[in-house]
């Protein structure tokens, strides 16, 4: 069936033990530490948390919250969307993630509360998680940017993106992979594909900069090949989450249905006038808010935050 671009309900976990995580900062480099005193952090992170499901309600965005449980200590739990998506067609897919206290995070009553506050109703589950074993990994729609008009998968390869699982991925899915190789400025892999671009209804982000020369060709002209305005962004906008922006569809009672474009205050910022101009046209909305100790100690944006649910019809 045919999955619109942009949902219009989003799973958010609210973190009880967000802080520094040093299992995934070996692969992230845009996670930071910080000096705060014991338990700061995960309350600065609740304190953001709250500023973001209460922007998107306000927007007419239908907000699945979940609380995090203390214990076990679960530091990345406010990013969701790397161990669960939800399709329109009723699958639910759980990912294989690479740090073993990740994994903690995948919780079925999670997925029931999902199913209990926003009517998803599951109809099939594609279970990758046995890939761990073998050291392979997809982090949800950490490690895929999706094009469900025209059942594109792009993911660019790294620690945390194999091509076995993305290959498997695209099998049971019905999405055509595209994979490349893309890096920071210091010659590492970028561990997110999310953290460099993001596809919207009609415009979509890329940080070309950063992707491998030979691979430039083929990831804008595919993307181009969909029609949207392209909008391009260098290395200094992927480090301040230009590239981590997140479209949804809402309705508003004088504009109907309508779509609304979600960024950090970090993000909005890395656009000049002329760039944010074009991305403003492309939706009805921008919406920002500060997440400053999450995308800091976490390394994630806003729209690692957001686990898109697509409810079947």
């Given at each position: ?20 995580n040093v299992e995934t900062a070996a ?110 990994h997809l982090e949800g729609t950490g ?171």
């Amino acid at each position: 069936m045919q999955q619109p671009q942009c949902a219009d309900a989003v799973l958010m976990v609210r973190p009880a033990a967000f802080d520094y995580n040093v299992e995934t900062a070996a692969s992230n480099r845009m996670q930071r530490r910080a000096s705060l005193a014991s338990g700061e952090a995960a309350k600065r992170a609740r304190a953001e948390f709250d500023r973001v499901a209460n922007a998107l309600r306000s927007e007419g965005i239908r907000v699945c919250v979940a609380e995090d449980t203390p214990e076990p200590a679960k530091p990345d739990a406010v990013f969701p969307n790397n161990w669960v998506s939800f399709h329109a067609d009723g699958t639910v897919v759980l990912y294989p993630v690479q740090a073993e206290n990740r994994r903690r995070e995948r919780r079925p009553e999670l997925i029931a509360h999902v199913a209990d506050q926003l009517g998803f109703r599951a109809r099939r589950t594609l279970d990758l998680t046995a890939h761990e074993a073998a050291g392979r990994h997809l982090e949800g729609t950490g490690s895929l940017v999706l094009d469900h008009v025209a059942r594109v998968a792009y993911a660019c390869r790294s620690p945390r993106t194999s091509d076995a699982v993305l290959a498997e991925w695209c099998r049971e899915m019905g999405y055509e992979p595209v994979s490349f190789n893309a890096f920071d400025r210091g010659g590492t892999p970028l561990y997110h594909t999310n953290v460099l671009m993001c596809i919207g209804s009609r415009v979509a982000v890329v940080g070309t900069e950063a992707i491998a020369p030979e691979d430039r060709r083929t990831v804008l002209g595919r993307l181009g090949a969909s029609s949207r305005e392209i909008i391009e962004i260098g290395h200094e906008g992927i480090e301040r989450f230009a590239g981590n922006a997140l479209e949804l569809a809402s309705w508003d009672e004088a504009l109907g249905d309508c779509s609304v474009w979600v960024m950090s205050a970090t993000a909005r910022a890395a656009f000049d006038a002329g760039a944010f101009a074009r991305l403003a046209g492309g939706s009805d909305t921008v919406l920002t808010v500060e997440i400053p100790t999450i995308e800091q100690l976490g390394g994630g944006g806003v729209r690692c935050m957001l686990a898109e649910v697509f409810c079947p019809p």
